[in-house]
């Protein structure tokens, strides 16, 4: 998977801007509201709808957005139930866009689903002529929004442009030519899914982007080419809106995520409306730990129902957890009274060692050679790095700097701590000799601020996580993404874009063969969405 600053897309320059011309379709006057309390007969689908008219039964005027030279139409197939769509138009990128649009307008949460296709165009056709679902501001060719793309030779993206007039960006999906996409706008936060040829639903991804309460919300297709026409066709083609009943508040979704770093696939494998937090991937490869509510859940690899683990009286335990080298044993980071301390206890469930006796203490890493813990501690008003024996007795301060050092994850060899520093004003990637006499930053650019790296078991990779620079400390429910880097060094590249934070990747979580990784992304969404 690739995300792809405004123009770095083989797309290039997007047309000329220009005002909005009514030139295709008709308006039908045609208009449900779906913000109704009962959330299933939210849901229009076209099945059974026997309407016949340019538009369709979903939406109320189709016409060309921006500079097109050739005049657009919109057309609907009751029997087939599909939409059908003819446009032209320079480019729908960039910082304008021109594009053929058959909308309604609607309120609330969003769902948008469709299998979209080309009509053949022959050797002159342009690979990234596009189509798919758009929610938009306004019709200004230059409005603030975000859209499924599917492009002429199969690739799909998430595309947004977050101001007016401001430059576009995307989310590559790794699925290619997919049978279905599905584009969800969930509060502010607008997110992807597609579904490939073998059934396998892909998460693409998920951006924060303000968008009015009642947007243009439609099918649009642009040929790429201003001087000709291409036809898209849309089947299985739902819309389902929700608007939040009088004092209904949102409430957390969260997905446990396995992303395949080779192809960039990432795949949702257990998810529910409660907060859980910070999966560990068992060292045999079949199972993951999370914590959630104070407590620790096991759940198989391929899904299913999580398994409550049992430890003893440790019942208050955060997110810094995770398992020894031989699979053995687990470190837990458990609260008695208010302040973190660290146990230990077998991975299958117990009863917990206490190991540290000063709080507050948070589990991060766990040597090699299955001897020594390493964690952050705030001790006289200063978090730094810290390691102890497993078996307990004194602690061995391994840096002191100014500010917070945290997230401390040893490599294979045993030979690097690698941890988070703030101490050059700007939250880094760092990395210590297990003595503390050796530290080295590693990341070094000034846009991202880095969080909680962990090294691949193979030792050839490190991930972490990254906010925007302006947020403080690494709180929940903000736009995110994940990076890696070679161990030895070298530019951070983004693997993944989600919304998420805290919880999403504190602790160790890449498979035991380093060919995947979990991590947990979240969503505020309205019950029962």
């Known amino acids: 998977m690739s995300w792809m600053p405004g123009g770095a897309s083989a797309d290039g320059d997007a047309a000329q801007r220009n005002p909005v011309r009514n030139t295709g379709g008709t308006n039908m006057g045609f208009r449900v509201d779906l913000g109704l309390p009962v959330l299933g007969m939210g849901m229009l689908w076209l099945g059974g709808c026997g309407v016949a008219s340019e538009t369709g039964p979903l939406f109320e005027k189709a016409q060309d957005v921006g500079a097109v030279s050739l005049e657009g139409r919109t057309s609907y197939d009751a029997q087939t139930e599909t939409y059908v769509l003819t446009g032209s138009g320079a480019n729908l990128w960039g910082s304008e866009d021109a594009f053929h649009f058959a909308w309604t307008k609607r309120r609330g949460d969003l769902r948008l689903q469709a299998e979209v296709s080309f009509d053949p165009g022959g050797d002159e056709a342009h690979p990234h002529r596009k189509a798919g679902w758009m929610i938009r501001d306004s019709l200004d060719d230059a409005a603030v929004y975000a859209d499924v793309a599917v492009h002429g030779d199969g ?54 982007l303000q968008l009015p309460e009642e947007p243009y919300v439609g099918l649009f297709v642009c040929s790429h080419q201003d001087d000709r026409l291409e036809t898209a066709r849309f089947s299985s083609v739902a819309l389902e809106s929700r608007i939040p009943q009088e004092g209904e508040e949102r409430i957390v979704e969260s997905s446990l995520e396995v992303m395949e770093l080779e192809t ?29 509510s104070g407590r620790l859940y096991t759940l198989p690899v391929t899904g299913g129902t999580p398994t409550l683990l049992d430890t003893g009286f440790a019942d208050r335990c955060n997110n810094d957890h995770g398992f020894s080298p031989d699979g053995e044993w687990l470190a837990v980071s458990h609260s008695p009274e208010d302040v973190s ?18 709080g507050p203490s948070y589990w991060h890493g766990w040597s090699p050679e299955g001897e020594t813990l390493a964690y952050c501690a705030e001790r006289d008003g200063e978090f730094d790095i810290y390691t102890i024996p497993v078996s307990g007795g004194k602690e061995r301060r391994i840096t002191q700097a100014v500010g917070l050092d945290d997230g401390p994850d040893y490599t294979p060899d045993g030979r690097y701590i690698y941890f988070n520093s703030v101490r050059t004003g700007l939250m880094k990637i760092w990395r210590t000799t297990p003595d503390g006499k050796i530290q080295q930053q590693v990341t070094f650019d000034t846009m991202w601020a880095d969080w909680f790296p962990h090294p691949s078991p193979d030792g050839t990779q490190i991930i972490f996580l990254s906010y925007d620079r302006s947020v403080q400390g690494h709180p929940p429910n903000q736009e995110v993404v994940l990076r890696m880097m070679p161990l030895e060094g070298g530019e951070p590249r983004i693997v993944a874009r989600l919304f998420g934070g805290q919880g999403t990747i504190n602790v160790p979580s890449w498979s035991p063969d380093s060919r995947r990784v979990a991590f947990v992304s979240y969503r505020l969404v309205l019950p029962r969405w």
């Open 264 to 292: 960039g696939r990432r795949s949702v494998v257990y998810r529910a409306q409660e907060h859980f937090e910070a999966p560990n991937w068992s060292r045999d490869g079949g199972y993951f730990l999370f914590n959630q």
């Open 155 to 208: 690739l799909v993206s998430l595309q947004f442009r977050r101001r007016p007039g401001g430059e576009t960006e995307e989310i590559q999906a790794a699925t290619s030519s997919p049978r279905l996409v599905r584009l969800e706008r969930t509060g502010d936060v607008v997110s992807l899914w597609v579904t490939g040829e073998d059934g396998h639903e892909e998460s693409v991804g998920a951006i924060l």
């Open 341 to 358: 301390l660290i146990y230990v206890l077998p991975a299958t469930g117990g009863t917990p060692r206490q190991v540290t006796e000063k």
